[in-house]
């Protein structure tokens, strides 16, 4: 295994290579604290960098997993909410990082309309994937999402109903109008949230070194992004928002 050093040098260099026009200054600071939390490597596949955010993979997941000596992953099929017929299928995972580890449990489901195409057919192998993705991220403290959770969401799975719902975009860049500020309060108060570390989260997911500097587009999907992780999975956001917490002993 690579020392710390050699593998932050390591995933750098990948990094610029393969993401050369995605790849900032914010994605390298991102990159080095996954790498130093986690000894995730980009040469063996465990992360990708996908529309200007990191997401570890489910090889990344499962070596993570073998390098803390998890002792076991269980795997079950929940029928209430299958339906082989109409290829509809969700897993619970349970994540065992020891002996006496009473688990960490995880749900994934599938179906044709929030898998890509291609791999219609296979709904039940990724619903179980997701759901082992899910255990492994809650048993280790994992706040980004996987590849094989959100990757394959096609984007027009947005209805025409919904798409009505969201207000018009402005020709400018901006911090988002009242409506999509208004949602994002409430999304910091429902789920108790802490604004400044979402303030840090939003910039890095929009790729900017500013809000002001973000479209109209951009903050209103990372509203919708935060949303939709705040329901699935607050313990896994509030992680990722507290890597944002500035490091002890760094102020002078």
């Known amino acids: 295994m690579l020392r710390e050093h050699d593998l932050l040098r390591e995933n750098s260099t990948i990094a610029k290579r393969k993401w050369p026009k995605q790849t900032d200054r914010t994605h390298i600071r ?37 390098r803390s000596r998890c002792k076991g992953i269980h795997v079950e099929p929940v029928p209430g909410f299958s339906n082989a017929a109409a290829s509809r299928w969700a897993f619970k995972a349970t994540v065992f990082k020891s002996a006496t580890c009473k688990g960490f449990v995880g749900y994934g489901d599938a179906d044709p309309s929030n898998v890509s195409p291609i791999v219609h057919g296979a709904e039940m192998r990724v619903a179980e994937t997701r759901a082992v993705n899910r255990a492994l991220r ?4 994992i706040g980004i999402c996987s590849v094989e959770e959100i990757g394959s969401r096609p984007e027009p799975a947005r209805s025409q109903r919904q798409l009505s719902k969201l207000p018009p975009q402005s020709a400018g860049g901006s911090c988002g109008g009242p409506k999509v500020r208004d949602r994002l309060c409430q999304i910091i108060r429902r789920h108790q949230l802490d604004p400044n570390l979402v303030k840090s989260y939003a910039t890095d997911f929009c790729a900017v070194k500013t809000l002001r500097e973000a479209t109209r587009e951009q903050v209103e999907n990372f509203v919708a992004h935060l949303a939709d992780w705040a329901e699935k999975d ?19």
């Open 30 to 66: 991102v990159l080095a604290t996954l790498t130093r939390s986690f000894q995730f490597s980009i040469a063996f596949g465990d992360l990708l960098l996908l529309n200007s955010a990191w997401y570890v993979t489910h090889s990344g997941l499962l070596r993570l997993a073998c």
């Open 138 to 141: 809650k048993a280790y403290g």
């Open 234 to 252: 607050r313990n896994a956001l509030l992680c990722q928002l507290n890597s944002y917490l500035p490091a002890k002993g760094s102020a002078a």
